[in-house]
């Protein structure tokens, strides 16, 4: 099993920045892919970036060019770092990990930007 608990989510004006964090422990090794979604009420969980065991990067159109992916594995944590936010990127955030074809998800965390 992996663990994930993310954090760093709130409210934020139109413009601004937030940085997500997610924190990973449990069977950790092995893990060859992780990532961020979000989900809106009534709406499927979307994809906004991934970050590969080798560094490799892959983002959603809607976030390319303002959001940033990186993990940092000697701190065991996922990292979204969001600049220029807009009222369209409010939503609940879940960091996913994907280990033996297995994806572990976390419990999610609210952003709110605000017009």
């Known amino acids: 099993q992996v663990q994930l608990v993310e954090s760093g989510g709130g409210l934020v004006q139109a413009g601004g920045s937030l940085r997500l964090s997610c924190a990973y422990s449990?069977?950790?090794?092995?893990?060859?892919?992780m990532g961020w979604y979000r989900q809106t009420p009534g709406k499927q969980r979307d994809l906004v970036a991934t970050?590969?065991?080798?560094?490799?990067?892959n983002y959603a159109d809607s976030v390319k060019g303002r959001f940033t992916i990186s993990r940092d594995n000697s701190k065991n944590t996922l990292f979204l770092e969001m600049n220029s936010l807009e009222p369209e990127d409010t939503a609940v955030y879940y960091c996913?990990?994907?280990?033996?074809?297995?994806?572990?998800w976390g419990q999610g965390t609210q952003v709110t930007v605000s017009s």
């Open positions: 970050i590969t065991t080798g560094g490799s990067t």
């Open positions: 449990g069977s950790i090794a092995n893990i060859d892919r």
């Open positions: 996913y990990a994907r280990r033996y074809f297995r994806n572990f």
